[in-house]
């Protein structure tokens, strides 16, 4: 079956401009979560979603960061305001459902430069 | 906090050499560990992972990892290298208290010499 995809592979922005990314994950899996791949920083967790909640945002640099989940399954990641700071990898990951022994299934990642 | 140290940035070693990536954890309970693979421009994939039991685990691509709760290490290795094995290597451990949020090291890139 297929495996996590996200959308767009790559993304240039404009500091100042809004973006969103999109996180399509395997069917049935009903935890999603999104990390943050830099330079400087490594990986990072943000967002954690059980269903359609977010119950653990506890990872979300700032509230230009938002992200949302509907039927359970696409999430999109929405940073308003880039700043050249937010230049990174986004990586989707999804399970059978939010515990710790469940693996996590990443996605390819979205490149997002911002000039 | 919880931490998780990989102590190399970048190891190469020589096909059909052995290698050992080292990683060392921060957590007061038994902790959930797992080991990922990073080609270029790929997601991450699961090696392995410890949860409890058995100290010495068995992954994917003929990789292994040992759990020393006296060192807090959760090494990687493998007894012969292949030049594909050339990639990042990032050992997590589970954020205790979380849903299954990782807790990742900076990585270890690895070469590989033919």
């Known amino acids: 079956g297929a495996g996590v995809s996200q959308s767009p592979s790559n993304k240039v922005t404009e500091k100042g401009k809004d973006v969103e990314l999109r996180c399509d994950p395997i069917?049935?899996?009903?935890?999603l979560y999104w990390y943050r791949q830099s330079l400087g920083q490594g990986l990072e967790f943000l967002i954690y979603?059980?269903?359609?909640?977010?119950?653990?945002k506890s990872g979300l640099p700032s509230d230009r960061f938002s992200a949302e989940r509907t039927g359970g399954s696409v999430s999109t990641l929405t940073i308003q305001r880039t700043q050249q700071e937010d230049s990174a990898v986004y990586l989707c990951?999804?399970?059978?459902?939010?515990?710790?022994?469940?693996?996590?299934?990443f996605g390819p990642g979205t490149r997002l430069t911002v000039l | 906090a919880q931490s998780v140290t990989q102590p190399d940035i970048h190891i190469t070693v020589s096909e059909g050499a052995s290698l050992e990536l080292r990683c060392n954890y921060s957590y007061g309970a038994t902790p959930y560990l797992f080991w990922y693979v990073q080609s270029p421009g790929q997601g991450l994939q699961l090696l392995l992972k410890y949860f409890s039991g058995d100290t010495l685990v068995q992954g994917i691509k003929g990789f292994e990892a040992e759990f020393k709760r006296s060192q807090s290490s959760f090494n990687l290795r493998k007894p012969s290298v292949h030049w594909s094995d050339a990639a990042e290597y990032f050992c997590?451990?589970?954020?205790?208290?979380?849903?299954?949020?990782?807790?990742f090291g900076k990585g270890t890139k690895l070469s590989v010499k033919p």
């Open positions: 979603f059980q269903g359609n909640s977010a119950p653990d």
């Open positions: 069917s049935g899996h009903t935890a």
């Open positions: 997590a451990v589970v954020d205790g208290g979380s849903q299954g949020n990782l807790i």
């Open positions: 990951a999804s399970s059978l459902a939010g515990a710790s022994y469940n693996e996590q299934f």
